[in-house]
Structures are given as structure tokens and as C-alpha cells.
């Protein structure tokens, strides 16, 4: 299978790179999972797709300012770091900015509260640092550190919130679960009168996500690991969702890839609370075994998480349904619109 069977030609101007609208006012196309029918709406009224006994899994990780500018403390050249994974209570793999300046042994200052010595080079580049604070930790990324948005995103945000999901709980993640940055209050109550039921799980989000695949045999991809749990209570209404004839629906990829790497812990398939590292890799010909339906964006073309989409929906429907949205001027990636597929 080839990453190039997973192309389109996105105009650059259909890249969200601002929040333009209210956060349920996004455009929202629903796909039928079984003929592939598309209908055109907006976020604000995904209730009128759901039924009653359906349960909607979400991921409440929680975005954090990740990318903090020091000065490098022999020299006073200014660095960039960006915290990828929590290693230690003080100790990150950190994406490094100029990282050829920033050897084993360098310390950088980026406040009076904070200072940092790299202690690793790791295989890919990115660095292993250990920190020295003085407080709380992420209460001093809170005052000093910018929250790490994607590249197509220019402008700084003026509510760091806004690239949070209202739902978010657990702080961890350097990229956020967009799919939920849809949901306000309004529509969580529109949503629990109509009988659906919520529930979170919790996976912290990489970069690597995002990464395109570089191989052009997907097989060939190597997947990047990230941390997930699943508490009691999520694994419970799942079992009882399911023994009702409700439909399980993963609000974004995250969502879907935790239930349906904790499926694959059991032998039975059957979601138990847990907390584990997942490097799964879902693409066309995978069977699921947990999620009915799935809310998303729209993705990057030779990207793992179209490749997770065309694997649920199917190739075709979903390539049709990505040349609709393309025709009809739908926005994609972070502050883009949504599709529900059902």
C-alpha cells in the first residue's frame, strides 16, 4: 500500500489558520458510513445525527505552553525548546532550536525560575533535558512559555485556551485533539437532551501525529509512541453502550486510537481500565472493534490520520468526501470544519 495513494491537492487557502468563528459555528459534513451520502450542516446541530443510547468518547489531555525561548549560557544565543514527552518529574524529550549550538553538557536560562542542562542527543535529534525550578513546574510555563501551534498558524493567540478543547482536564498534550475544539456548553446540552451519554479518556498528543508518513510503502512507517488511560467509569458506560445497541463514537483520532489500542490488550476485545503506551497504526483493511462512529477534521494528505479515516470509512467514500469538501470551500486542520462520520 502507498503513501501516494493518499494524495489530494489541498488549495492553501482552504488551511484554517485562525479561529475565524465561535467554536459550534464551524461547517460540519456528515458522511453516511454505509452508502457514502453527504449532507452539508453545521457543528451546532451534530446533535440531530445522534440517537438516544449512543456514548461519545473524548480525549480530555490538555495542550500546555510547550515552547519556552531561553538563552543559551556561555554564549547568548537565544534557543527554542519545545517539550515533547515527560520523561521524570524534570526530565523531557525536547524538539531543540538551534540544536547543532545545543549539546550533551549545554545550559540554557529562560527565567530567573527556570534553567535547563541537555543531558541526551537521542537518534532522531531531539534532546533529553533535565530542568531546574524553582515552584511548580508547569505553573512556570504557564507565565513564561507560548503554546505550540502548527506551523500554518502565524498569529499568536490572544486566549492561549483557545487551542483547548472546554473539556480538557489532563495536562500533557503538545498538540490538541482538534476534533473537540467544536464542542461548546450549548452543545453538550443539546446533546444530553437527546439521551447521549460521555466519556473521556485521556491520551497526551505528540507531534508526530501530525507528521506526513515519509515512506512510500506505509508499511514501512514507524509509528511514534504516546501515553493513554482509560478509567473505570469510560470502561464501564463502553460495556453497557454496547449491551444496549448504542453506538460508540470517538470524537477525533486520538479518541479512536486509545479504544481501539486498549481493545487490543485483551483477548477478549472487550475495553478495561487501564494506562499504556500505543504506537497503533490504523489504515485500510484493519478491523475495529470498539468505535461505531467517529467525529473529525480534515487532514493532510499522505498523513496516518487519513489513512485512519479512509480505513473506517473506506477509501473511496472518504476521498469523495475530501474532493466535496475541497469543492465546497471547507477549511482544514486545526481551526478547520468537521465531518461526522455515521
Given at each position: 500500500m502507498l503513501k501516494s495513494d493518499f494524495y489530494y491537492d489541498l488549495p492553501e487557502e482552504l488551511i484554517a489558520q485562525t479561529p475565524l468563528e465561535p467554536r459550534d459555528s464551524s461547517r460540519l459534513m456528515k458522511i453516511n458510513r454505509e452508502s457514502g451520502e453527504i449532507e452539508h450542516n453545521?457543528?451546532?446541530?451534530?446533535?440531530?445525527?445522534?440517537?438516544?443510547?449512543?456514548?461519545?468518547?473524548?480525549?480530555?489531555?490538555?495542550?500546555?505552553?510547550?515552547?519556552?525561548?531561553?538563552?543559551?549560557?556561555?554564549?547568548?544565543?537565544?534557543?527554542?525548546?519545545?517539550?515533547?514527552?515527560?520523561?521524570?518529574?524534570?526530565?523531557?524529550?525536547?524538539?531543540?532550536?538551534?540544536?547543532?549550538?545545543?549539546k550533551v553538557g549545554a545550559r540554557v536560562d529562560f527565567s530567573d525560575e527556570l534553567s535547563a542542562e541537555v543531558i541526551e542527543v537521542i537518534d532522531d535529534g531531539n534532546r533529553i533535558v533535565r530542568f531546574d525550578f524553582d515552584g511548580v513546574f508547569f505553573d512556570i510555563l504557564d507565565r513564561i512559555g507560548q503554546m505550540p501551534l502548527p506551523p500554518y498558524i502565524t498569529e499568536k493567540l490572544k486566549d492561549k485556551d483557545r487551542y483547548n478543547t472546554i473539556y480538557c482536564h489532563e495536562t500533557g498534550s503538545a498538540a490538541a485533539p482538534t476534533a473537540g475544539l467544536h464542542f461548546t456548553e450549548q452543545v453538550f446540552e443539546k446533546i444530553r437532551e437527546k439521551g447521549v451519554d460521555t466519556a473521556y479518556v485521556t491520551l497526551h498528543v505528540g507531534l508526530g501525529t501530525f507528521r506526513p508518513v515519509k515512506e512510500e510503502n506505509i508499511l514501512e512507517h514507524k509509528m511514534h509512541v504516546e501515553h493513554f488511560s482509560?478509567?473505570?467509569?469510560?470502561?464501564?458506560?463502553?460495556?453497557?453502550?454496547?449491551?444496549?445497541?448504542?453506538?460508540?463514537?470517538?470524537?477525533?483520532?486520538?479518541?479512536?486510537?486509545?479504544?481501539?489500542?486498549?481493545?487490543?490488550?485483551?483477548?477478549?476485545?472487550?475495553?478495561?481500565?487501564?494506562?499504556?503506551?500505543?504506537?497503533?497504526?490504523?489504515?485500510?483493511?484493519?478491523?475495529?472493534?470498539?468505535?461505531?462512529?467517529?467525529?473529525?477534521?480534515?487532514?493532510?494528505?499522505?498523513?496516518?490520520?487519513?489513512?485512519?479515516?479512509s480505513a473506517f470509512l473506506g477509501k473511496d467514500k472518504t476521498f469523495n468526501a475530501y474532493h466535496t469538501a475541497i469543492e465546497e470551500r471547507y477549511r482544514f486542520f486545526s481551526f478547520g470544519d468537521s465531518m461526522c462520520i455515521l
Open positions: 453545521r457543528f451546532y446541530n451534530i446533535a440531530d445525527y445522534l440517537r438516544s443510547g449512543d456514548l461519545l468518547v473524548m480525549n480530555d489531555s490538555k495542550v500546555f505552553p510547550a515552547r519556552i525561548m531561553g538563552v543559551k549560557r556561555d554564549t547568548g544565543v537565544v534557543c527554542e525548546f519545545l517539550l515533547l514527552n515527560q520523561r521524570s518529574h524534570n526530565t523531557w524529550e525536547t524538539l531543540v532550536r538551534p540544536g547543532r549550538r545545543l482509560i478509567p473505570e467509569e469510560t470502561a464501564e458506560k463502553i460495556i453497557e453502550c454496547k449491551a444496549r445497541g448504542g453506538r460508540v463514537i470517538a470524537v477525533g483520532t486520538t479518541s479512536c486510537r486509545t479504544l481501539e489500542a486498549a481493545a487490543g490488550l485483551s483477548e477478549d476485545g472487550i475495553i478495561k481500565a487501564c494506562s499504556h503506551d500505543t504506537g497503533i497504526f490504523i489504515y485500510p483493511g484493519y478491523k475495529f472493534k470498539v468505535i461505531d462512529g467517529l467525529i473529525t477534521n480534515f487532514h493532510l494528505p499522505e498523513s496516518t490520520l487519513i489513512m485512519l479515516v
